[in-house]
C-alpha cells in the first residue's frame, strides 16, 4: 500500500488560509469516510485534528477544517497562528482493511 | 483522564525480538480498539497493527505481518506488541493509540524508541 501523497511543505502569513492536499485512489481516500487530519510538534506525539473526513474532535478550534472531493481530501486550516506552525498528516482506511498515512507536510508560519 | 504509557523499547540486535507494552489508564480499555503506530527517526508515520476491543480481529501492515503480533489484556488494561525479527528499518518510536475507528486515534502515549542495531 503506497502512501498518500501530500505537498512536503506549505506556508502562509498569520491570518492567512491555507489547504494541504491528501491524495490517494479509489481504494482509500476515494471510497470512504475514513479520512482523519494529524498535527504533530517536534518531539510530541501526534494530535488528532479531523476525523471521518470533516469532524473535529472536541476541544480543536474551528479554524481547522477537513473536506473531501473524489480521490483527494484537503485540511484547511484558517487565521493562521504562530502555533500552527507543525508537521501535518493524513490518514486513510483501505480495501485491504489497512490504514494509510500520508508522507506528511510541513507547515511554516512566516 | 486518558493516559497510555508505553515501555519496552530499547537497543535490539538485527533478527532479535523485543516485546512493547502499553499500558492504558482513565477510559474502560475493554471497550476500545487499539493500534500501534511507528515514526522512523525524521520520517513521517506508518500504522503497525489494529486490534479490535475483544482481541478477536487483527490487522497488520504488509511489512509486519509474519513477524509482527498485537495483543491485548483487558483485564491488566495493557496492549502488547511482540516484534520478532527485527531489521534496521523498524527503528522508529512506536506510539500506541486509542482507535475509535480506522484512523480516529483520539488519544496517543508518548512513544518508546526502538533502535535495531548490531
Known amino acids: 500500500q503506497s502512501a498518500l501523497t501530500q505537498p512536503a511543505s506549505v506556508s502562509g502569513s498569520p491570518g492567512q488560509s491555507i489547504t494541504i492536499s491528501c491524495t490517494g485512489t479509489s481504494s482509500d481516500v476515494g471510497g470512504y469516510t475514513y479520512v482523519s487530519w494529524f498535527q504533530q510538534h517536534p518531539g510530541k506525539a501526534p494530535k488528532l485534528m479531523i476525523y471521518d473526513v470533516s469532524h473535529r474532535p472536541s476541544g480543536i478550534s474551528h479554524r481547522f477544517s477537513g473536506s473531501k472531493s473524489g480521490n483527494t481530501a484537503s485540511l484547511t486550516i484558517s487565521g493562521l497562528q504562530a502555533e500552527d506552525e507543525a508537521d501535518y498528516y493524513c490518514?486513510?482506511?483501505?480495501?485491504?482493511?489497512?490504514?494509510?498515512f500520508g508522507g506528511g507536510t510541513k507547515l511554516t508560519v512566516l | 483522564q486518558v493516559q497510555l504509557v508505553e515501555s519496552g523499547g530499547g537497543l535490539v540486535k538485527p533478527e532479535g525480538s523485543l516485546r512493547l507494552s502499553c499500558a492504558a489508564s482513565?477510559?474502560?480499555?475493554?471497550?476500545?480498539?487499539m493500534s500501534w503506530i511507528r515514526q522512523a527517526p525524521g520520517k513521517g508515520l506508518e500504522w503497525v497493527s489494529y486490534i479490535s476491543s475483544s482481541g478477536s480481529t487483527i490487522y497488520y501492515a504488509d511489512s509486519m505481518k509474519g513477524r509482527f503480533t498485537i495483543s491485548r489484556d483487558n483485564a491488566k488494561n495493557s496492549l502488547y506488541l511482540q516484534m520478532n525479527s527485527l531489521r534496521a528499518e523498524d527503528t522508529a518510536v512506536y506510539y500506541c493509540?486509542?482507535?475509535?475507528?480506522?484512523?480516529?486515534?483520539?488519544?496517543w502515549g508518548q512513544g518508546t524508541l526502538v533502535t535495531v542495531s548490531s
Open positions: 482513565g477510559f474502560t480499555f475493554s471497550d476500545y480498539y
Open positions: 493509540a486509542r482507535d475509535r475507528n480506522w484512523g480516529h486515534f483520539d488519544y
Open positions: 490518514s486513510s482506511y483501505t480495501s485491504s482493511s489497512t490504514l494509510v
